[in-house]
């Protein structure tokens, strides 16, 4: 590792170039090249070189050693992430395949879920609506559950869900729905946003809006703590480079799946003009990409203004859906005595 360490830094070295006839100037640049797969037998010490080299030339590794050598290996990992970590670096940066292969299995499975048999169906249409919820009223009940503003706002849709299901008289118990989660870390340059998406199997038969608000804090935290969220950034410049029709068939099964997908944004308490006029509330449009329902929430002032895009051929009676959001509301908002009734706008 010595003699590793004191070769020359090879990211950003400068391997040939030269000057065009137009003067530009042109060079080639040694770059990391992202993540290293790393596949070997049962030799601990090219545990240790693998992770120098990576570490060297500016990459991330996942090991994958031999089974007869698992243990010693599992101590090299730990110390070396805990290098890592002293020395100011992401201890991830070093992973075991065998962990990551699990956690990425994990994250890429479909959730553990049937869809809806009342919203399968699935149109290029949609329909919009907009409700009104007191801010300060929906983070009282969060914390009246200790849970948090997410976990309400969640809650509050499952309780719709489970409420429109029961007017059917097609009880649920769980169905697949996906929010995004922030993989920002603390470190992490200001401004731009990093996220990925993680899917649940969500618990829409629980009555109890606290149990709810519980379960769905569980889900997210256990996604939170998986070592590949991730993951998927690892395959994006793969699947860069594939056909457009093939990215969207892709990405159209990993969606259309989901009965839901919720949003909650963070957003403005102070007051906003435009063109001098002040603004009153602001609702997000969702886009329909291929599921059934797109819901967000985006904090404006003391309002939690709530946006609901729906596809008309799965949610087939919107009048009901969005008296039944209301009373998903109701619900958690009942924990919150005095609170304000929810409304609707549109």
Not at 83 to 109: D, Y
Request: with cysteine; net charge neutral; aromatic share 6%.
């Amino acid at each position: 590792m010595r003699e590793i360490a004191a070769l020359p830094d090879p990211v950003g070295r400068v391997l040939e170039g030269g000057v065009r006839p137009n003067g530009l100037r042109v060079v080639k640049v040694g770059v990391p090249l992202g993540v290293i797969f790393f596949l070997y037998e049962s030799r601990p010490n090219v545990t240790v070189d693998a992770a120098a080299v990576a570490v060297k030339s500016g990459n991330a590794l996942i090991l994958r050693g031999g089974k007869e050598a698992r243990h010693s290996n599992a101590a090299l990992h730990r110390i070396l992430a805990a290098t890592l970590a002293a020395e100011g670096l992401p201890a991830e940066a070093v992973q075991s395949a065998i962990r990551f292969g699990a956690s990425l299995t994990r994250v890429l499975a479909d959730p553990d879920a049937e869809g809806s048999p009342l919203l399968r169906a699935r149109s290029l249409s949609w329909r919009f609506l907009a409700l009104d919820v007191g801010f300060a009223d929906l983070r009282a009940a969060a914390k009246a559950a200790d849970a948090s503003l997410n976990d309400a706002f969640l809650a509050a849709l499952l309780g719709a869900f489970r409420l429109y299901h029961a007017k059917f008289g097609s009880p649920i118990e769980t169905m697949p729905i996906a929010i995004p989660i922030s993989v920002r870390k603390p470190d992490d340059p200001e401004g731009g946003n990093k996220f990925t998406g993680a899917r649940f199997a969500a618990p829409v038969g629980v009555a109890d809006p606290a149990e709810r608000m519980k379960k769905m804090g569980e889900l997210v935290r256990e996604a939170r703590n998986e070592p590949a969220l991730d993951g998927m950034s690892l395959v994006a410049p793969l699947l860069a480079r594939l056909p457009a029709p093939l990215i969207s068939q892709l990405g159209g099964s990993l969606t259309k799946s989901n009965d839901l997908q919720a949003s909650n944004v963070p957003g403005f308490q102070e007051d906003l003009y435009m063109a001098g006029a002040k603004i009153e509330r602001v609702y997000g449009l969702g886009p329909l990409p291929g599921c059934a329902t797109m819901i967000t929430l985006i904090t404006h002032g003391p309002t939690a203004c709530v946006g609901v895009n729906l596809d008309p051929a799965a949610v087939t009676d919107p009048e009901l859906f969005a008296e039944c959001v209301l009373g998903g509301f109701a619900e958690v908002l009942a924990l919150r005595p005095g609170a304000a009734a929810p409304t609707r706008l549109v």
